[in-house]
């Protein structure tokens, strides 16, 4: 992830392909419940940080970082499209109970499909970050930009030319877990980590 851009304008063709890979993401029951909100002029970018910050005029290195992000793309799902889709001949879920699903796949694929978009921007050399909407702010970031009310804004995906190394997060000051601490093979709490090569 990168939280430090460059003010260079990205390619609206890597925006468009990014989009169109977005939509190639699985979705449970080709539902595809998803939407995409991109923001790629200075003046849109500039409502999205004004309606999440309270200190767009004054900002820290993080936000002042962020706020150089040429676009941003806030994918959106919709559950009601999944529960419609299952209530369809094939899937049967007539009642459209929310209670048969074992996980929300409306937002699960929305993200997978933002993984897409951040995947593109990567491929491309350039930088992006997945943030989250301030959750006292999601209903402003709804006014603002005239989401469908049937739609929630998954997150936020930052995409622009990183800059200063991009403010690496996290990663830098905590270890990558290894894989044999979360792989759990046969049981939980079983010989985890890579498959044991055939003897010979
Ligand atoms: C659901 C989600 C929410 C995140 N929210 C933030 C955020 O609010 N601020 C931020 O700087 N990074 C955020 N990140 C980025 C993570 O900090 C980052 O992915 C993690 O530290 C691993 O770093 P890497 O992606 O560079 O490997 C978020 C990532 C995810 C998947």
Not at 66 to 83: E, F, G, N, Q, T
Not at 144 to 171: M, N, R
Not at 173 to 180: A, F, H, L, Y
Request: some cysteine.
């Amino acid at each position: 992830m990168v939280r430090s851009y460059a003010s260079d304008p990205v390619d609206p063709g890597l925006v468009d392909r990014a989009l169109s890979n977005a939509t190639r993401a699985p979705s449970a029951g080709f539902s595809q419940g998803w939407a995409f909100l991109v923001l790629d002029t200075p003046a849109d970018v500039r409502r999205y940080w004004e309606v999440t910050a309270d200190d767009v005029d004054d900002p820290d290195e993080w936000l002042s970082g962020m706020m150089r992000a040429p676009v941003v793309i806030i994918p959106c799902s919709s559950k009601a499209a999944y529960l419609r889709r299952y209530a369809e001949a094939d899937k049967g879920w007539t009642d459209q109970d929310e209670a048969r699903w074992p996980m929300p796949f409306w937002h699960m694929d929305a993200a997978m499909a933002a993984l897409l978009i951040l995947q593109t921007a990567t491929d491309a050399g350039l930088g992006s970050c997945f943030i989250g909407v301030p959750t006292p702010r999601v209903d402003a970031v709804r006014a603002e930009f005239g989401i469908d009310p049937e739609y929630d804004p998954v997150g936020v995906v930052t995409i622009g030319h990183p800059a200063d190394g991009g403010a690496a997060g996290s990663p830098t000051r905590r270890p990558r877990k290894p894989v044999t601490d979360v792989v759990h093979r046969g049981r939980w709490g079983g010989r985890g980590g890579h498959q044991a090569s055939p003897s010979a």
